[in-house]
T-cell receptor
Framework: AQSVTQLDSQVPVFEEAPVELRCNYS??????LFWYVQYPNQGLQLLLK??????LVESINGFEAEFNKSQTSFHLRKPSVHISDTAEYFC????????????FGKGTKLTVNP | DAGVIQSPRHEVTEMGQEVTLRCKPI?????LFWYRQTMMRGLELLIY????????DSGMPEDRFSAKMPNASFSTLKIQPSEPRDSAVYFC?????????????FGPGTRLTVL
């Protein structure tokens, strides 16, 4: 079984500041890792994913996440945030080759202030 | 593609009434998931289907909840009788056949309020 811990429930930052949203996971098997974003009153959308290969993955809107197997982490970063990045971010994990279930963290609400 | 379609988008009902939530997955997808989101508990998986067959319903809270998938293009989640603590946003998601990973595509959700 897998589990996900998102240590910060809320992260307030100023516009153009860097941000890191932390995610740690637990699993007895190899994993796929995902970050989803939920804008107000909408469903979740996939932001980026790690399947295999390069441990650094990027999204089209400037976010990146790095898979660190030794630390069982998949932290999300952006060097300069915009007001439009205000949303809730969910980290999720799935075991490779097994159940299709995604196990989600409890989410981190990112608020970007002017 | 229209994406995952859910109806209704909002539902307000009184305690004791039956509630039916509907979902149409993305065409060609063979797995369907029902989630519930609340402030207190976050995002919880209720049940998921693969090829229309329920695979894991361990997240279904109690017998008042039931889900069906009569065909590849339609699923329902029913609550009978409804209670105020069932108030939440219910999401449906689907994932595709043949993927080497488990990306799920979410619908816009149904916001349920039980008075």
């Amino acid at each position: 079984a897998q589990s996900v811990t998102q240590l910060d429930s809320q992260v307030p930052v100023f516009e153009e500041a860097p941000v890191e949203l932390r995610c740690n996971y637990s699993s007895s098997v190899s994993v796929y890792l995902f970050w989803y974003v939920q804008y107000p009153n909408q469903g979740l959308q996939l932001l980026l994913k790690y399947l295999s290969g390069s441990t650094l993955v990027e999204s089209i809107n400037g976010f990146e996440a790095e898979f660190n197997k030794s630390q069982t982490s998949f932290h999300l970063r952006k060097p300069s945030v915009h007001i439009s990045d205000t949303a809730e971010y969910f980290c999720a994990v799935s075991g490779q080759g097994g159940s299709e279930k995604l196990v989600f963290g409890k989410g981190t609400k990112l608020t970007v202030n002017p | 593609d229209a994406g995952v379609i859910q109806s209704p988008r909002h539902e307000v009902t009184e305690m004791g009434q039956e509630v039916t939530l509907r979902c149409k997955p993305i065409s060609g997808h063979n797995s369907l998931f029902w989630y519930r989101q609340t402030m207190m508990r976050g995002l919880e998986l209720l049940i998921y289907f693969n090829n229309n067959v329920p695979i894991d319903d361990s997240g279904m809270p109690e017998d008042r909840f039931s889900a069906k998938m009569p065909n590849a293009s339609f699923s329902t989640l029913k609550i009978q009788p409804s209670e105020p603590r069932d108030s939440a946003v219910y999401f449906c998601a689907s994932s595709g056949r043949g993927s080497s990973y488990n990306e799920q595509f979410f619908g816009p959700g149904t916001r349920l309020t039980v008075l």
